[in-house]
């Protein structure tokens, strides 16, 4: 009797230890099918990875094209600083083929915009960036001070700022002895400043001689572009991230 007993108790405990084990494994499965799903949520979330940009704009950093960054831009609706330095990405490959690399150079919006950290640390990027200019050089930096994007235009040798902004009556205060162009074309409504940011900056670069001052100043009337130019840019931008899609 007493060893049908003793017996009786070990199976018992094993059948407990074997259902523990088994619950341990279920957890653990738990887990990494938790784990597994959201490492499948975030990199179904990247389109694109722009790692290496420091040709572009004199330093690398990370850089994703999110399905938020595509829906937005298809749909002309506000954009980021990503959309932008994506298209500047495509830019300087039109100024590459052309020989022009020397002529322009890009500052990240990313990393320079109000929101990208303090004033400090923002201007060093700035001065950072200028410091490599080559002769007469001009430097585009796209800006964002707070939903509303303006395009600076650099001629560091000249110790001249341009402003483009192309909202209607939106003119930048000259406290510096900056030189401003308020005559470039005007945007229809209160959406598509980051659009027309990026259209200037292929307008500029079009022209070898980069007198984009005579240019924009033969805009008398403040016209919009017409869609077909903005559609221009558009189709461009989606290009360009299509190339590059994994």
Not at 69 to 92: H, K, N
């Amino acid at each position: 009797m007493g060893e049908k007993k003793d017996e009786g108790k070990k199976e018992e405990k094993k059948e407990k230890k074997d259902e523990g084990k088994k619950e341990d494994t279920n957890d653990e499965e738990k887990k990494e099918e938790k784990q597994d799903e959201e490492k499948h949520d975030e990199e179904g979330n990247e389109v694109v990875d722009y790692s290496n940009v420091e040709e572009v704009f004199g330093a690398d950093r990370g850089t994703f094209v999110l399905h938020e960054d595509i829906t937005q831009f298809a749909g002309m609706e506000e954009i980021g600083a990503t959309v932008v330095a994506v298209y500047m990405r495509c830019l300087y490959d039109l100024l590459r083929e052309a020989n022009m690399c020397s002529m322009v150079g890009f500052i990240d919006p990313a990393q320079v915009s109000a929101n990208a950290g303090s004033l400090t640390d923002r201007s060093r990027i700035v001065a950072s960036r200028l410091q490599k200019t080559d002769g007469e050089q001009i430097f585009m930096m796209p800006y964002n001070p707070g939903r509303h994007w303006v395009l600076l235009i650099v001629r560091a040798k000249r110790e001249t700022v341009y402003f483009l902004d192309p909202l209607p009556g939106n003119h930048v205060v000259d406290e510096e002895d900056k030189n401003i162009v308020n005559s470039t074309p005007k945007q229809p409504s209160s959406v598509e400043c980051g659009y027309y940011v990026m259209r200037f900056m292929r307008d500029i670069i079009m022209d070898p001689s980069l007198e984009f001052e005579k240019k924009f100043a033969k805009v008398k009337d403040q016209a919009p572009y017409p869609q077909a130019a903005i559609d221009e840019v558009w189709k461009e931008w989606a290009e360009f991230v299509c190339l590059h899609m994994d």
